[in-house]
């Protein structure tokens, strides 16, 4: 499981209700949601959640940035674990003299190894440098981490295959006025990171197999791109522009990828068409056969849509998420995504907006995910029904 967004200090209202799609085996039956359990995650109301792994249904772990406002001190980072039955909170280890720390993923190939990554920032505020943090099951540690080719380097996504092999991606800043932003890409050999070496612009999430390969996405100029890494080298892949949207008033953007195999990727995200009151966000989902992408079609409850995450079980089963203004949820069913029930409420406050950020899906189709919302950072569970789990 891999994430793709990077957290600040700023914890932003959130607008939107929960919306959760899901890519599933075709079936005549219609899907049903047993087993929602909404679940405060214990940290500040205000802090923000995103990136989660999850090595089993019993040991996961997601990341939380807390800034105490009007505080002078800076960001304060969490690791809440899920053990099964319930979370528990642990604070993570911070950069000596850093001004802001950024986390954008995290990757638990068991449950005695994590490594998030991200940046952190000291003297001159909007440059970083890449930050790497493992969990050894016992504490958080800071990892010695080449600084990257640019001025300002920070990594976006991590995933591993086990605690010997791990890939980061990113995105470094330089003075070229040509190429400003280049791909970052760091390897964890067990022992030492070391840089590698991708094309394109910034990467934004990546996705990993045992053998090994790894696909990433990223974004450049509005445009979206892929990249296969095939053990030696990394080479780009196809990858479409969706007709319509994009352009002077518009972009797409793709905000993670989930792999079940090297020719199974599924990446999600948003296309964006106008600007103003006159603009649509829709909900954007690709896949990859092993020699192409290519543009999955996808419902938008009022186009004002975007899809955050993704989690794929199998190479035919993945659950994605994200919000909307409205309230429903997707799955894929008969060759198409379509809508998932979802609980009335997964805000555990007084209001009904939230937005789930993250998911990490197993073998049996169950999913935890996480998100925000008015009564703070929260955790839920999707159980398929009886007729999915057979399937």
């Not at 003075?175 to 612009?201: C, F, H, I, Q």
């Not at 793709?254 to 649509?280: K, P």
């Not at 999955?296 to 199998?314: A, G, H, R, Y």
Request: charged residues 15%; contains cysteine.
């Amino acid at each position: 499981m891999a994430v793709s967004r990077i957290l600040g200090r700023a914890v932003a209202p959130l607008f939107a209700a929960a919306s959760v799609m899901a890519w599933a085996c075709g079936t005549a039956s219609a899907a049903s949601a047993s087993g929602w359990a909404v679940q405060r995650l214990p940290v500040p109301s205000s802090a923000q959640t995103f990136p989660l792994s999850c090595s089993s249904s019993t040991a996961c772990t997601a990341v939380a940035t807390f800034y105490p406002f009007p505080s002078a001190e800076g960001d304060v980072l969490f690791a809440v674990r899920w053990n099964g039955q319930a979370w528990s909170r642990e604070v993570m280890a911070e950069p000596a003299g850093s001004s802001s720390v950024l986390i954008g993923g995290i990757s638990c190939p068991s449950e005695s190894f994590c490594v998030a990554v991200g940046g952190s920032t000291s003297a001159i505020a909007g440059r970083y440098v890449p930050l790497a943090e493992s969990w050894n099951g016992a504490m958080w540690s800071i990892e010695s981490i080449p600084a990257g080719p640019g001025v300002s380097s920070r990594l976006s996504s991590v995933s591993c295959t086990s605690p010997l092999a791990c890939t980061a991606v990113g995105e470094s800043v330089s003075r070229t006025p040509k190429r400003p932003v280049k791909p970052l890409v760091e390897r964890w050999n067990g022992t030492r990171w070391s840089l590698g070496r991708a094309r394109g612009g910034s990467l934004i999430s990546v996705s990993c197999n045992s053998h090994p390969e790894c696909t990433a996405i990223g974004n450049t100029a509005n445009r979206m791109f892929a990249e296969g890494w095939d053990g030696g080298r990394w080479s780009t892949e196809p990858n479409p522009h969706p007709r319509g949207f994009g352009g002077p008033n518009g972009d797409n953007e793709l905000n993670g990828v989930s792999c079940a195999s090297r020719d199974a990727c599924t990446a999600v995200g948003y296309s964006t068409w106008g600007s103003g009151f006159g603009s649509v966000r829709l909900t954007l989902a690709e896949h990859w056969n092993g020699s192409r992408w290519s543009v999955q079609s996808t419902p938008n409850p009022i186009q004002l849509d975007e899809l955050k995450s993704v989690s794929c079980s199998s190479g035919s089963s993945c659950i994605a998420v994200g919000d909307y203004t409205g309230r429903a949820g997707e799955w894929w069913r008969d060759g198409r995504w379509s809508v998932l029930p979802t609980p009335r409420r997964l805000s555990t406050g007084k209001s009904f907006d939230s937005a789930l950020q993250a998911v990490s899906c197993f073998a049996d189709g169950t999913c935890i995910a996480t998100g925000d919302a008015e009564g703070g950072p929260f955790a839920t569970e999707f159980q398929p029904s009886a007729s999915r789990r057979s399937h």
